[in-house]
């Protein structure tokens, strides 16, 4: 498929807060860019309202590990990465294996 490039200009604070945050999930700011990009283009806009927050205080924060698989399993979901998952038939063997 070919490929075009997209340039966007941030300021030197937002450029470091996104590959701060990028890499706290596993990600360079590249990737994250390209997963809101594939995200935003399935849903045809933004899953959420998009409006001012009073305050970030309000939104609770799930754990770095959690996010990270849920971010991987988006990546997953959409082909952006390889899928690593399983494929589980059966959900009482899996109980099972898994000791519950």
């Avoid at 490929?3 to 030197?12: A, N």
């Avoid at 450029?15 to 283009?41: C, P, R, T, Y």
């Avoid at 309202?49 to 959409?78: G, I, T």
Wanted: net charge negative.
């Amino acid at each position: 498929m070919p490929t075009s490039q997209l340039g966007i200009r941030l300021d030197d604070k937002e450029k470091s807060e996104l590959e701060k945050n990028a890499h706290a999930l596993g990600l360079s700011a590249s990737s994250a860019v390209k997963m809101m990009i594939s995200q935003f283009n399935h849903d045809k806009g933004f899953r959420y309202p998009v409006n001012r927050m009073d305050s970030l205080d309000k939104v609770d924060k799930l754990p770095a590990e959690v996010e990270k698989v849920m971010v991987l399993a988006k990546a997953e979901e959409y082909g952006l990465v390889k899928d690593t998952s399983e494929d589980v038939k059966n959900i009482d063997d899996l109980r099972q294996r898994w000791g519950k």
